[in-house]
């Protein structure tokens, strides 16, 4: 059964979604300040895993660490770190778009967070931002929801420390963005609002400027 992009969409309009790097400590500090229901397509992962199944979503459910004989998810190729993430971000997507419908019902306003099908999802979203994150102290570990990924490196015991490294630096080169001055292609190409931050702009300008954007200061909230 396909629905059409317009109910779908009609569905969706109280949904804000922000996608990019550094998403989801914009979105935090617009929770801070107006109390907006905050949607992670991170936190999301593990209920819609619980809900996969190899017939439709493939990708979801394959046995990495065995297919490649390691331990971690870090471990694995580059190359194929990158295909299985968007294979099961792709797989993925209608899962968390059943979700966002239910809890449009639920809250007035949603901010969105986290990878999605982009291309999927754009057609049928009303309010997106996209972050460009150019700081030079911009770490994507460095949050409570990722720091542990360093940690449990670092405490395996079948490891020497220069393999540890070795897998901390692979993970880091995996997670990193490739992104310029402009809009990535895509964004350019979807038409979405492309918003740049750097060392010389703060936490609060940048969430600021979004919310300008999505007029949250003109929202009447129920």
């Known amino acids: 059964m396909n629905i059409a992009d317009s109910i779908i969409n009609e569905k969706l309009k109280n949904v804000y979604f922000i996608w990019g790097s550094g998403k989801t400590t914009i979105a935090n500090r617009l929770k801070e300040k107006y109390g907006y229901y905050v949607y992670s397509t991170d936190e999301s992962r593990n209920r819609q895993m619980a809900l996969a199944n190899p017939v439709d979503q493939p990708y979801m459910c394959r046995d990495y660490y065995k297919e490649y004989g390691v331990k971690s998810f870090w471990e694995l190729p580059k190359e194929v770190i990158a295909e299985r993430e968007k294979h099961f971000v792709e797989e993925m997507t209608p899962m968390m778009i059943a979700e966002l419908i239910q809890l449009s019902a639920l809250h007035d306003v949603i901010i969105c967070e986290g990878d999605m099908d982009y291309h999927a999802v754009a057609p049928v979203a009303t309010h997106v931002v996209h972050l460009c994150n150019q700081s030079t102290t911009f770490d994507w570990f460095d949050r409570p929801d990722h720091e542990n990924i360093r940690d449990t490196v ?47 702009t703060s936490i609060d300008m940048t969430a600021a400027e979004v919310a300008a954007y999505f007029e949250f200061d003109k929202q009447v909230v129920k």
């Open 154 to 200: 670092a405490k395996r015991t079948d490891l020497c420390d220069e393999e540890k490294q070795q897998i901390i630096e692979h993970a880091y080169e995996c997670v990193t963005p490739d992104e310029s001055n402009t809009a990535t292609d895509w964004v350019t190409e979807l038409g979405i609002k492309n918003i740049v931050w750097n060392d010389q």
